[in-house]
Every structure is written in C-alpha cells, then in structure tokens.
C-alpha cells in the first residue's frame, strides 16, 4: 500500500502523464474505493465460512478460528497482481487508466486478507484482541515504512518500476505461505498456549497490609476541683 502511495506522485509527474499535485491526488481514489470494497466483501466472506462451519459442527454452534482465513484465499492472488499491473503499467507508460485499476486491484486484495486477519485475531484470542492487534499494527507499520523508505531510494537511484515492484510481488505472494500454515497448525498452537496457561502454577497471592486501627477510647480528662 505504501509502495504505491509513494511511487504515485514520483512516476505521475513525469512525463508521459506530467500531472500536477492536484491531479494526482485524485488517483488515489480508485485504491481507496478498493479497500472499501474488500473490507465489506471480506467481511461477509469470513462470516460465511464462519456460517458453514457451524452448519457442518455437530451441534451447530462450534468452529475453529482458523475457518475465517479460508476467505483470505479470495485476496491473496489479487495482491501480488494488483502490484504487477501498477509496476509494468508505469514501465509501458501505458494509458494512466491500467496502473490506476493495477491499484485498485490491490486495494481489494489487500482489504480482503487485511479484514480477516482481524476477525481471526478477535476469535482466536479472546480477551486479548487489543494487545494481539496493537503488536500486529507496529509490525505492520515498522515494515510499512521500510518499504516506503526502500520505494523513495529506488525511484532515487533509478531502479525501474516493473522490477520493483516485481519483487514486492514475489514477496507478497510468499509470505502468503503463512496462513496456509495458520490454516493447518493454528489450533494446535492453541491448545499448547492454553495448555502451558493453566498447567503454570499462579502466582502466590500477596498478603494485605495490616492497615492502622485507630482507637476508639475517648481521651481521659483530669477533673479539676473548686477553689
């Protein structure tokens, strides 16, 4: 997402397009209507395993939270795709119209493994979703910005757009790898977390601090006698 949004204005200015700021931000339009689109279809797609699953479940309410990434499968091809059209399209300096949808194609991609991530996170882990996607954002954002970093040197030093993002591709197909492997061995990694949980002793309660009592006597006066 970011490679994208970095290399806009840097290949959109020059020529064959020649686009001023203005026009330009207008071409992010296409990827944002995508990743609308594929967080809605994403979604209804991740409740649909979630649907079928319970159906097939012998008493109708159990499901693994692995069956929620079968519907990332839907995005996984259009991500490594949608970059492809965008790199090759600026290298042809074909009509701006092919690396535009190349965008778009990625954005719903992207939204629609992105979307069920999440939901898996909420299933998998309950009680600990917070914590479970504010590790996963920094990761995001920490490689989100290596990539922006890398895409702004190789527009810099003159490394052409097709092989750039060529190799994003490739990197993106890859890592989708992952949830195949989440698919097969997630509720195993589970079962062992939640094992290793209850079977570590809990920490020995603290005893509480004795707190002050204040005496209720009343305080002894000395009577005085008349003169």
């Not at 979630?50 to 499901?63: F, I, P």
């Not at 795709?81 to 719903?108: D, E, N």
């Amino acid at each position: 997402m970011y490679a994208i949004s970095v290399a806009t204005p840097f290949s959109f200015s020059e020529p064959p397009y020649k686009l001023g700021s203005t026009d330009i931000s207008f071409l992010y339009l296409p990827a944002c209507v995508g990743y609308c689109l594929g967080s809605i279809v994403g979604g209804h797609l991740s409740d649909r395993e979630v649907r079928l699953a319970k159906e097939r479940s012998e008493d109708g309410e159990t499901y693994s939270s692995e069956v929620r990434l079968r519907s990332a499968r839907w995005g996984v091809p259009l991500v490594p795709a949608g970059l492809l059209i965008f790199g090759w399209g600026l290298h042809r300096h074909t009509h701006m119209a092919l690396p535009i949808m190349g965008g778009f194609v990625f954005g719903v991609g992207l939204m629609l493994t992105n979307g069920t991530i999440m939901a898996y996170f909420t299933d998998s882990i309950p009680g600990q979703t917070a914590s479970v996607v504010a590790a996963y954002n920094a990761l995001r954002n920490l490689l989100a910005g290596t990539v922006a970093a890398l895409t702004t040197a190789a527009v810099d030093s003159g490394l052409r757009e097709n092989w750039y993002f060529t190799i994003l591709a490739v990197l993106c197909l890859a890592s989708s790898i992952s949830l195949e492997v989440i698919q097969r061995y997630g509720a195993i990694w589970r079962q062992r977390r939640q094992e290793k949980l209850t079977q570590d002793p809990a920490p020995a309660p603290t005893a509480p601090i004795p707190m002050t009592t204040l005496s209720t006597q009343q305080p002894t006066t000395t009577p005085t006698s008349n003169p």
